[in-house]
C-alpha cells in the first residue's frame, strides 16, 4: 500500500496533468485539508458557503469534491459545464436524506404563500421546490429578511428551533419547521456538555446550530461561547481572549482548530461524521485517475437539466444575499 506522502504527491502530480482543482470541507480528515501552497492536496477548504462560491470560480475543467453529496450536488448545479467528482457516492448526510422534494410540495399546499427556506443540506429536487437556500452561516440573516409572520425551515429541526428562538424575540414570526436531524450534532446533548463544563471550569463551548436547543442555552451559560456555523466558530476562537474550548461539533474541526490556534486547547468529544469520512485520499486518488477513461462515470455528478435549473434559482439568490 502506498503512503500517505506518495498518494499526495500521486495526487498533486494528477491534478496538473488532469486539469482539476480539489475543494475540501473543514470535516474532512487532516491529510485532505492541507492546501496545496502547503505541499497538502486542497486548492480551497471552506464551509459549505465558502466551497460554494469557491465552486462558482473555479476555472479547470474538473472539480474533485472532498465532501458530501449534495456539496458536489451544490457545484454541479452552479457549474453545469464542469465535471464534478464525488470521491465516493456513500458520502450522503442524514439531513439531506430527511427530505424530498414531494415532501416540500406537500408542505407548501399545507402552508400555501408561506416561503420556503431550504438549508444547503438537502438535495437538488429539495431545492428545486425551496425560494431560498442558507448554510449555517447566513441562515439568521435570509430567515430575518422576509417579512410576513411565516416560514418554512426546513429540513434541520434543532437548527430551526435555535433559529425560533432568536426570530421569535426579535420579530414574532414563526417558524414551520420539518423533523429532520444531523446524526452527529444530535449526539451533542446538554448533559455531554454540561459535563464537559465541569471538568473544564474555563473553557468556552463552541456549539454549530445543528445541536439540540436545550444544548445551546446550556453551552452560552457562565463562561460564554458561540453557537454558529462552522466558520462562526473558527474566527470566534482567534477573536477570544479565553485559551481552553469545548468543541460540539465534528471531530476533524478540532484538528482544523489546532492547527489554525496551537497555542489554544480543545476538548473535543470525538464524533465524527460516518459520512465525510467515506472521503479519503485513496478515493480521491481513484477519483482523479479515473478522469479521461471509463470509469470516470463512477465519480462523475450528474443532475437532471430541469431539476438543475430549479435548484439553481434558490442558490444563486442565496448568493446574491450576502
Ligand atoms: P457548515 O455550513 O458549517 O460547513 O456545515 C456543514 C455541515 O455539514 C454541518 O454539519
Ligand atoms: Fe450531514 Fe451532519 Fe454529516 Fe454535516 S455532519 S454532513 S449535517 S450528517
Redesign the pocket.
Known amino acids: 500500500e502506498a503512503s500517505v506522502q506518495q498518494m499526495v504527491e500521486e495526487i498533486r502530480e494528477l491534478k496538473r496533468e488532469k486539469n482539476a482543482v480539489i475543494l475540501s470541507h473543514f470535516?474532512m480528515a487532516p491529510e485532505l485539508q492541507v492546501k496545496h501552497t502547503d505541499g497538502g492536496i486542497a486548492d480551497f477548504v471552506g464551509d459549505s458557503l465558502g466551497l460554494s462560491v469557491a465552486a462558482k470560480s473555479v476555472e479547470a475543467a474538473n472539480i474533485v469534491f472532498c465532501g458530501?453529496r449534495f456539496m458536489a450536488e451544490t457545484a454541479k448545479i452552479l457549474n453545469p459545464g464542469k465535471q464534478v467528482l464525488l470521491p465516493s457516492f456513500e458520502a450522503g448526510?442524514?439531513?439531506?436524506e430527511s427530505i424530498t422534494g414531494a415532501d416540500v410540495r406537500k408542505l407548501k399546499a399545507q402552508y400555501p404563500g408561506v416561503p420556503v427556506v431550504a438549508y444547503i443540506?438537502t438535495y437538488a429536487e429539495t431545492k428545486a421546490e425551496a425560494d431560498i437556500c442558507c448554510t449555517s452561516r447566513n441562515a439568521l440573516d435570509i430567515a430575518r429578511s422576509f417579512e410576513g409572520d411565516r416560514l418554512i425551515f426546513l429540513p434541520d429541526l434543532f437548527m430551526g428551533r435555535n433559529l425560533q428562538t432568536r426570530i421569535k424575540a426579535e420579530t414574532g414570526k414563526e417558524l414551520i419547521l420539518w423533523e429532520g436531524k444531523?446524526?452527529?450534532?444530535e449526539q451533542f446533548t446538554s448533559q455531554r456538555i454540561n459535563g464537559l463544563k465541569m471538568m473544564y471550569p474555563e473553557a468556552q463551548v463552541l456549539v454549530h446550530w445543528?445541536v439540540p436547543d436545550n444544548t445551546v442555552a446550556d453551552a452560552l451559560t457562565g463562561t460564554g461561547g458561540v453557537v454558529g456555523s462552522t466558520s462562526d466558530i473558527i474566527r470566534f476562537v482567534g477573536e477570544s481572549q479565553t485559551r481552553q474550548f469545548i468543541l460540539g461539533s465534528?471531530c476533524d474541526l478540532g484538528a482544523t482548530l489546532r492547527g489554525l490556534y496551537p497555542e489554544k486547547e480543545f476538548v473535543v468529544p470525538c464524533i465524527k461524521?460516518p459520512?465525510?469520512k467515506q472521503i479519503s485520499l485513496q478515493r480521491t486518488l481513484e477519483a482523479l485517475r479515473a478522469i479521461g477513461t471509463e470509469a470516470e462515470r463512477n465519480f462523475e455528478m450528474t443532475i437532471e437539466e430541469e431539476i438543475r435549473r430549479k435548484a439553481l434559482v434558490p442558490i444563486e439568490r442565496m448568493l446574491a444575499f450576502a
Open positions: 470535516y458530501v448526510c442524514s439531513l439531506a443540506n444531523c446524526e452527529v450534532h445543528e465534528e461524521c459520512h465525510m
